[in-house]
């Protein structure tokens, strides 16, 4: 793991994956902890459309309202993951989850289901890779 | 007692001397690892302020000086690296150096 971090460069949008190698999105937020006497430690990274959307203003967090599953998603959507489950920082950042594990996956999960195993031959597909 | 603050929140804010003078606009946090008993943490040890703010966040220092000189205005970059125990960030909305903008340029004079 690298020494030292530019965490708006290396760190904030980079590309995670999970310990599996799949991809599991950007990070959309970092959240640093701030303490009395000691230095701002990094305490978690968000993933999910609702950190995100968060970043780019408020029309679009309502926006993102509209969207179908938003209120059953768990967690509100977001994959909060402490920093401590970074395994290795270069291109991408490993993190130790998995993909299936986070709530941010849950949009998608949810899309896979009703929409995408709905197109004609998607079955097929997936039967196929499995 | 330690409150969280999304690292966005801070990028691009508008940080002051104690005497209410803008020094620049945090640019960029430098994070190194701390080994301690229980494991490792990454923590902020420097702030990077500079008078280009969005601009460099987009492009980098050097883009954005050569960019403004091409636009026709002689704008001098300034640049400072604040060690974190020399920022206020009690309220994070309003960063605040606990050094005045002339100490902090004759560090940079100095660098």
Not at chain 1, 85 to 101: C, K, P, Q, Y
């Amino acid at each position: 793991m690298k020494d030292g971090l530019d965490l708006r460069h290396d760190v904030q949008d980079a590309q995670l994956v999970d310990r599996r190698h799949e991809n599991i999105g950007r990070c959309d937020a970092l959240l640093l902890e701030l303490r009395e006497n000691a230095p701002p430690r990094i305490a978690a990274m968000l993933i999910g459309g609702p950190a995100r959307s968060e970043r780019i203003g408020r029309w679009m967090t309502a926006l993102r309202r509209l969207v179908p599953g938003h209120t059953r998603a768990p967690e509100g959507g977001v994959s909060r993951i402490p920093f401590a489950a970074v395994r290795s920082i270069g291109n991408t950042i490993e993190l130790d989850v998995l993909r299936d594990d986070l709530p941010s996956e849950h949009l998608e999960q949810w899309l896979a289901r009703n929409v995408i195993c709905r197109i004609p031959g998607a079955e097929s597909k997936k039967e196929s890779k499995s | 007692m330690s409150r969280e603050v999304a690292l966005h929140h801070l990028l691009g804010r508008a940080v002051l001397d104690p005497h209410g003078r803008k020094v620049g606009r945090v640019e960029e946090l430098r994070a190194e690892i701390e080994l301690h008993e229980h494991g490792n943490d990454y923590v902020v040890t420097e702030f990077h302020i500079g008078s280009f703010g969005a601009v460099e966040s987009l492009a980098g220092p050097y883009f954005a000086r050569m960019l403004l000189h091409h636009l026709g205005r002689l704008v001098p970059y300034r640049g400072h690296v604040i060690p974190w125990n020399r920022m206020d960030l009690r309220d994070p909305r309003h960063p605040r150096t606990l050094d005045t903008l002339e100490q902090l340029r004759a560090e940079q004079d100095r660098a």
